[in-house]
């Protein structure tokens, strides 16, 4: 049991370059998400998906796309990356429906972008 | 709409000494209430939560109860150690949705 798993765990991007963050959960979890870590803002989220072919927009969505085909994998694509987006990522899954269920997260990658 | 609030760090302590980081928040109904625990370089981790009034949350010696009347949720720890220097971050959930809401973190460093 892997949990949340992603990658790259680095990387580092010229302004106007595209590049897919990958993300996959082994829990069977229905929910899934990225959130973006900057010093001082806690974490801000990004997208969010409660199951297979359905996503929605967070608190800043802007520059982002997502898409969710399987329950397992949830990626994050930068289609023309800004220096603005340099920060680290982190993606999250867990159960949905009522209960507080905890959000497990992956390591997170930690974008530049240059 | 729905907000937390956290002390400002970094907090500063020794190795023994009582520990509380306060959390207060904004919502709208009745939210679940969450502390996450970052370690140097590894993602977020659960460390406790509570999901009404009066519950509350332990977990490795922290302790945090849920306080409607002052809309708070504050961490405690009566004798922290080196191993706790981290980044804790208090959240909440609210209606329902599983949308976290996260404060912006409290840096815990505890010296020997």
């Known amino acids: 049991n892997a949990g949340v798993t992603q990658t790259p765990k680095f990387q580092v991007l010229k302004t106007g370059q595209s590049m897919t963050l990958q993300c996959a959960q082994d829990m069977n979890h229905e929910y899934m998400s990225w959130y973006r870590q900057d010093p001082g803002m806690g974490l801000r989220l990004i997208h969010y998906?409660?199951?297979?072919?359905?996503?929605d927009q967070g608190e800043v969505p802007n520059g982002y796309n997502v898409s969710r085909s399987t329950t397992e994998d949830f990626p994050l694509r930068l289609l023309s990356a800004a220096p603005s987006q340099t920060s680290v990522y982190f993606c999250?899954?867990?159960?949905?429906?009522?209960?507080?269920?905890?959000?497990?997260f992956g390591p997170g990658t930690r974008l530049t972008v240059t | 709409g729905d907000s937390v609030t956290q002390m400002e760090g970094p907090v500063t302590l020794s190795e023994e000494a009582f520990l509380t980081i306060n959390c207060t928040y904004t919502a709208t109904g009745y939210p679940s209430l969450f502390w996450y625990v970052q370690y140097p370089g590894e993602g977020l981790q659960l460390l406790l939560k509570a999901t009404k009034a009066d519950d509350k949350g332990s977990n490795k010696g922290f302790e945090a109860t849920y306080r409607k009347e002052t809309t708070s949720f504050h961490l405690e720890k009566g004798s922290v150690q080196v191993s706790d220097s981290a980044v804790y971050f208090c959240a909440l959930r609210s209606g329902a949705t599983n949308k976290l809401i996260f404060g912006t973190g409290t840096l815990l460093a505890v010296q020997p």
């Open positions: 998906s409660v199951g297979a072919g359905i996503t």
């Open positions: 999250a899954s867990s159960y949905t429906g009522t209960g507080a269920h905890e959000q497990y």
